[in-house]
Nanobody
Framework: QVQLVESGGGLVQAGDSLILSCVTS????????MGWFRQAPGKEREFVAA????????SYVDSVKGRFTISRDNAKNTVYLQMISLKPEDTANYYC????????????????????WGQGTQVTVSS
């Protein structure tokens, strides 16, 4: 049973920073391509960032490029999302996801590519 547990969310002001963490258990994270998604109230779930198994490739939605950084520590079974210069429009529940991947370099922005999901951590950015 693979489980993903996110942490690090909270209430911050515009311009602040946060680091989200996602710890996996049940399987080593090294076999997964990882992603972060978010969902704001009344909106569909949105791709935020993804990282390949070997961390060589990353992908970001345009709205977070230059502000968010995805990284992973396979030894700690953890993937991170560093967020700086937060904006009110970043307010959402942030989900970590894992995709079984034979490729070491693939990243996927489509949520249908992911096999496992966490419960989410809420990020609220006040103006």
């Amino acid at each position: 049973q693979v489980q993903l547990v996110e942490s690090g969310g909270g209430l911050v002001q515009a311009g602040d920073s946060l680091i989200l963490s996602c710890v996996t258990s049940g399987r080593t994270i090294g076999i997964f391509s990882m992603g972060w998604f978010r969902q704001a109230p009344g909106k569909e779930r949105e791709f935020v960032a993804a990282i390949s198994r070997n961390a060589i490739k990353t992908s970001y939605v345009d709205s977070v490029k230059g502000r968010f950084t995805i990284s992973r520590d396979n030894a700690k079974n953890t993937v991170y999302l560093q967020m700086i210069s937060l904006k009110p429009e970043d307010t959402a529940n942030y989900y970590c996801a894992a995709a079984n991947s034979a490729s070491f370099i693939s990243v996927w922005p489509e949520d249908s590519a992911y096999d496992y999901w966490g419960q989410g951590t809420q990020v609220t950015v006040s103006s």
